[in-house]
C-alpha cells in the first residue's frame, strides 16, 4: 500500500545557496517519522516545500495520491495535512479557545459546531481551563500545547511538527510526547522535526537524517544512532571514530 | 446590576432611547448632529470590518463612500431614479472597484494596500473633476429628493425627522452586521489572518478569499452611506465625498473608539462629531474664553478666527496621540484599567 | 517629434525632483521600515521656508537650499526621536497612521499661521527658459536639476564611501545584525529620517521658484513620491533615482499628448500597474 506521502527527489534553491538537495522519504500512514539534523540541514525548508509555503524548484511531493508540490497551503490543510511552526505563531489577541475554532472551521458547517469541537480539542490537551485567556499572553509550554490542539482542530489525516519541544522543560517535553504518541493512536501519521535524541528515540517509527540540504541516512531509530556518518555529522570526525 | 453589565442591554437601551428622540427634540440642529453620528457610525462599522477584523488598513475608503454618492446623485438627476434604487448600482460598483484593489494587492505582502487605497481614492477624486460631463467637476451635482412612495406609505424627505429615523435605521444595521461578522467565520479568518497570516494559511484559510470577501462588504456597506449622505444633504462634489479628509475621518472614528470592536466605532463617532461640531461652531472657542482666556489679546484673536478651521488639525492630533498613548483607542484604554482593577482585585 | 523631446526633457526635469523626494523616502524606508507619510509636508515646509527667506532676506532660493537643508535635517532628526522611535515596533498600520496624522498637523498648522493664502516665490528668472539645440527649457527646473544630481551625487558619496553611510546600508540590509556588529541604529535611524527630511526640504527650496506654495501642496508629492519608490523598489535608492525620472516623464508626456487635468490620474494609474505586474519595483529589495 502506497506510503501516505510521498517526497520524491526535491530540491529547493535559493539562487545559489541548496537548502534542499535531491531528497526522498517516504511517511506509512499511521507512522511517526522523526526528522533530525544539525542546525541549518534543510528541515523546516522541506517541511516549507511540503506545506505549500515554498515552490519546489525540482521534484515531486504526493500526499494520500495528490499531488502537492507548489499548491497553495489552505489547500493543502483542506486535503488533511497541517502544521505547527518552529517560532510558535498564536493568533495573540484572540482567545485560546477561538484560536483553536479558527483550526476548527476548517472543516464544521458552523462557528457553534467549531466551538464545541475546539473544547474538546482543548481538553486533550489539558487547557480547557485556559479557554478564556489571551493567546498572546502564555507561557512558552502552552503556547506549543495550543498551536498543536489547533492544528489538531482541522482534523488532519497528517500533522507536521516543527521542534515543538523547543524551549520547553521536562515536564512539559514529556507532555508533549505522551500528546504525540496519543494522536498517533487515533491513527493520524506524523513528521516530527527534533533536537531531542531521546524524545526521537521513543516516539519515532523511523527516523530521516538530513545534513547539508541533503538526506544522510535513514533508518529505524537504533540503526540510525549507530550510523558512523550521522555521528559525524553531529558531533564532528573525531568522536566517530571512537 | 446584571442587567447593566450586558453589552447588548446597553445598546437596546440606546436604540430606544434614540428611536424615541425625535418626540423630544425638536431642534433641527440637535437632530442634525444625531444624523451626522448616525452616518459616522454606519461609516466606521463599515471600515472596522476590513480595517478593524482584517487589519487591512484603508486609507481611501472615501472612493467606496464616493462612489455611492455620486451614483445615486448621476443616475438622480439623469434618469430620475430614487436614490434608494440609485444606490444598489453605487453599492455594485463600489464592490467591484474593491474586488479589483483586492485583486492587485491582496496577494503581496506589506504596506501596499494602504498606499493602493489611498491612490485608488485619489483617482476617484481626480476622476470626479475632470470629467466634468459626467460629474460636474467641482461644481457638483445638486439634486431634489423625490418623496418615497410604496403602496399606501408615503415618505416626504422634508426636514430633518425622516433622515433621522433612516440614519438611524442604517447605523443599527451596520452595527448588527459587524456584530454578525464578528461572530461567523468570516469574522474569525479575517482576524486570523490579522493576527498571522502564515499560522492562518497553514489552517486552510484562503488568504486573498477572506481579504476580499471582507472588503467587498465593507465597500458595499460604505457606499450605501455615501447614497444616504447624498440624499440627506441634496449636493455633492468632490471634496466633500472624495477628499482624503474623509477617508482619514473613517479611520479615526475606528482608531478613537477602539479597533476591531463593535462599539468601539460608536463611541469614536460621536467623540468625532461632537468635537468637529464643537470646533466648527466656535464653542470651544466659548468655552476657553468663558475659562478666563481673555478674548481681547492677539491668542484669543486668533483662536476666534482660526478654531473653526482647525478641526482637520484637530483630527492630525488625535491620531497622533491615539497611536502613541491608546493603540486600541478609548474602549481598548478603559477595558485595560478594567482589567487592571480585576487584578488588583483578584490578587489582594 | 519635436512635442515628443520637449515633453521627455521637460519630464526629466520635474523627474529629478520627484527622484530628490523619492530617495529621502526610501532611505527611511530602508532604514526604518517606516512609510513616512508626511514626506510632501517636509517638502511644503522647503518650499515656505524658501519663501520666507527671499521674501525676508532677499535670498535666491537656490541659495536658501543650503540653509533649508540642515534645518530640516535637526527638524527631521526631532521627529524621529520624539515620534518616530516610539513606534518602531508597533504595527505596520499604526506607523503608517502616526505619520498621516503627522503630517496632517504639519500642514494644518503651517495653514493656521500663514493662511490658505496661495503664495508665489517669483525670481527674475522664475518664468524664463532657454533653448538648448530645438528645445526649450525652463531655467529654474534646468537650474534646479543639476542641483538635484550633484545633491543625488553627493548622497551616492556619503551612502558608499563614508562610515554613517556604510552604518545606514547595513541598517537598511539587516536591521538585527547591524545592532549585532555594533551600529548605533537608533542614531542611524535619526540621521536616515534627517537626510530623508532635507532632501525633502531642497526639493521644496528647489521647485518654490515653478510652484504655487500653499499648506496643502505636500499631499501631491507623498503620493508621487510613493510611486516613485515602488516603481523603484522600496529602499532602494538607485530605484527611487531611476523611478523619479520615469514618474516625471510619463507625467510630461501624458499632459503633452492627453491633458493636464489626466496627469495625475497616469501616474496613479501607472502605480496600480507596477503593483500589478512587478510590486517588488525594478530594483526591488523587499520580498512579496
Known sequence: MTALLQVKNVSRYFGGLKANEDVSFEVPQGSILGLIGPNGAGKTTIFNCITGFLGLSRGEIFFDGNSIGGVQPDRICKLGMVRTFQKVKPLARLSVLDNVVVGALCRTRSPAQARALAREQLELVHMGHRADALAGGLPIGERKKLEVARALATQPKMVLLDEVMGGLNPAESEDLIE??????????TQIVIEHDMKAIMRISDRVVVLNAGRKLAEGTPQEVVANPAVVEAYLGAALAED | MRLFRSRQAWLGLLLIACALLPALIKSPYALHLFILVFLTVMLGESWNIIGGFGGQYSVGHAAYFGIGAYTSMILLRDHQIPPWFGVWAGMAIAVAVALVIGAICFRLRGPYFVLASIAVAEIMRNGALNWKGLTNGAEGILAEVPPFVLGPLHIDFVGKVPYFYLGLILAVMSIVANALVRVSKLGYYLQAVREDQDAAHSLGIPIALT??????????????????????????????????????????????????????PILGAVVLVVLSEALRSNLLASALFAVGVPQGSAIGQFLKTNLAQAHVLVYGILVVVTV????????????????????????? | MLVLIQALVSGLLIGGIYALIGIGLTLIFGVMRVINFAQGELVMLGMYLAWFFFTRFGLDPFVSVVLCMPLLFLFGALLQRTLIDRVLDALPQNQILLTIGLGLVISNTVMLLFTSDYRILSTTYSSSSFHLATVSLSTPLAVSFLVTAGLTALLYWFLLKTETGAAIRATSQDRDAAQLMGIDVRSTSRIAFGIGSALAGAAGALIAPTYYIYPQVGGVFTLKAFVVVVLGGMGSVVGATLGGLIIGTAESLAGAYLSSGVKDLVVYGLFLLVLLFKPAGLLGKSRV
Open chain 2, 211 to 264: 481579504k476580499n470577501t471582507g472588503l467587498a462588504i465593507s465597500a458595499a456597506l460604505t457606499a450605501l452611506g455615501g447614497g444616504f449622505y447624498a440624499l440627506y444633504t441634496g449636493f455633492i462634489d468632490p471634496a466633500g465625498v472624495l477628499g482624503i479628509d474623509v477617508s482619514i475621518q473613517l479611520v479615526l472614528v475606528c482608531i478613537i473608539g477602539g479597533i476591531g470592536t463593535v462599539a468601539g
Open chain 1, 179 to 188: 500528546l504525540i504518541l496519543a494522536v498517533k493512536k487515533r491513527g493520524l
Open chain 2, 324 to 348: 502613541l498613548f491608546m493603540p486600541d483607542g478609548f474602549l481598548g484604554f478603559f477595558r485595560a484599567i478594567v482589567s487592571r482593577r480585576k487584578r488588583a482585585e483578584a490578587n489582594s
